[in-house]
């Protein structure tokens, strides 16, 4: 069963604006984590920003924000003041405990791509 | 560079072939996990170590494809009798972590490019 959504397969945003990026995940864990990360085309994955799902905040990391919205089980990233570096796939991904009591174990979404314009 | 390697960073192979990666992560990281990629898909979870012991294999995983993690350093992802289907990113990350827990990030390598013909 697919853990976690991103139904947007490729966005388009101007240098300098903002831009969410929506991930929706399925869980009856109680403990899990939400985690963005980043594909350049030299396809190493990098990581962004992580939210705990017992963390009231939102989570932020310099111009990257994470919107979680827990009862709609959404994790969307806003990134702010887009710059052209930022074209890249953009993965979702949840930690989840394979196994009760096991390791959590984090479980990536299919990603969207983006597209800065100058 | 003290980041995650894996080497070779291409392979071509014939169907049938066996073919071995290697992923050195960063040396202080106990935590160790292969990934598979393909095109126009997120990263699925293959395998995972902690030290030398392997403790989770993905059901999906079959029974051509085996990972060692000899001294608890370096890994290798062995697959026999390869298939057209085999071909993919082979992303292997690491990560430093003590007990379960759900904030560990993992730090990537650039993966290996496999290609079975």
Known sequence: ?118 | DTGVSQDPRHKITKRGQNVTFRCDPISEHNRLYWYRQTLGQGPEFLTYFQNEAQLEKSRLLSDRFSAERPKGSFSTLEIQRTEQGDSAMYLCASSFGQGAATNEKLFFGSGTQLSVL
């Open chain 1, 1 to 118: 069963a697919q853990k976690i959504t991103q139904t947007q397969p490729g966005m388009f945003v101007q240098e300098k604006e903002a831009v969410t990026l929506d991930c929706t995940y399925d869980t009856s864990d109680q403990s899990y984590g939400l985690f963005w990360y980043k594909q350049p085309s030299s396809g190493e994955m990098i990581f962004l920003i992580y939210q705990g799902s017992y963390d009231e905040q939102n989570a932020t990391e310099g111009r990257y924000s994470l919107n979680f919205q827990k009862a709609r089980k959404s994790a969307n990233l806003v990134i702010s003041a887009s710059q052209l570096g930022d074209s890249a796939m953009y993965f979702c991904a949840m930690s989840l405990s394979l196994q009760s009591g096991g390791s959590y174990i984090p479980t990536f979404g299919r990603g969207t791509s983006l597209i800065v314009h100058p």
